[in-house]
């Protein structure tokens, strides 16, 4: 199954733990699986729309989804999805 | 609140003034105990934004990735991000917020003239639309 790394802020709402295995054949099943284990997650990633937030990306191992197939990119069992923020500011 | 130690304090604002006239940015890692975050590690990181830099910051994401397992690896968590405002105050801007995360907390060092002159940390909330003042201790304070 492939993992998922929670990051700290977010560890809360997943029984504490920092990796989370789920079931799906693609990223967005992925996800799916693990705000459905986490329901608390839901709304830390995904806005009312269902979208990811302007603030979240996904990262299979080290590819930004966004340049893969987005939530239909396939994952596997030895694969690694991180949830990296996005940030940025200025004055 | 969050408390930065005195080598993690050095190095960010080494940073800050080695960029100065433009923003710096980095990531802060340490351990979360209760509610008292503690900076222990700065990990200075490249302002990636492709425009004036003398007013804009951007981290990549896979810098911040990088930090994130940078702390795993250490035992310690990500826990905040920094960036300076150089000959300006260390309010969160507007831009700030607009692009921030409610998961952090955010460092700004005021830079004047080159030098460092103060800090506020900040906690932005999950729509983007307000960012409450954390407690904030470090060795210039
Ligand atoms: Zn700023």
Known sequence: MPKILIPTPLRQFADKRDTVEVSGATVGEALAALTTAHPDMKKNLFNDEGKLRSFVNVYLNDEDIRFLEKDKTAVGAGDTISIVPSIAGGR | MIKIEQEAWDLMVAHARKTYPNECC??????????????????????????????RYELRPEDLLYAEREARKNGMDLIGIFHSHPDC?????????????????????????????????????????????????????
Not at chain 2, 27 to 49: F, S
Not at chain 2, 95 to 110: G, K, Q, R
Not at chain 2, 114 to 139: D, I, K, R, V, Y
């Open chain 2, 26 to 55: 980095g990531a802060m890692l340490g351990p979360i105990d209760g509610g008292t975050k503690t900076v222990r590690v700065a990990l200075p990181l490249e302002n990636a934004y492709p425009g004036a830099q003398r007013e």
């Open chain 2, 89 to 141: 105050d260390a309010y969160f801007s507007k831009t700030d917020l607009e692009n921030s995360c409610p998961w952090y907390s955010f460092v700004v060092l005021s830079i004047q003239k080159g030098q460092f002159h103060h800090a506020n940390s900040w906690l932005p909330n999950m729509e983007q639309t307000e960012a409450a003042q954390e407690e904030l201790e470090h060795p210039n304070a």
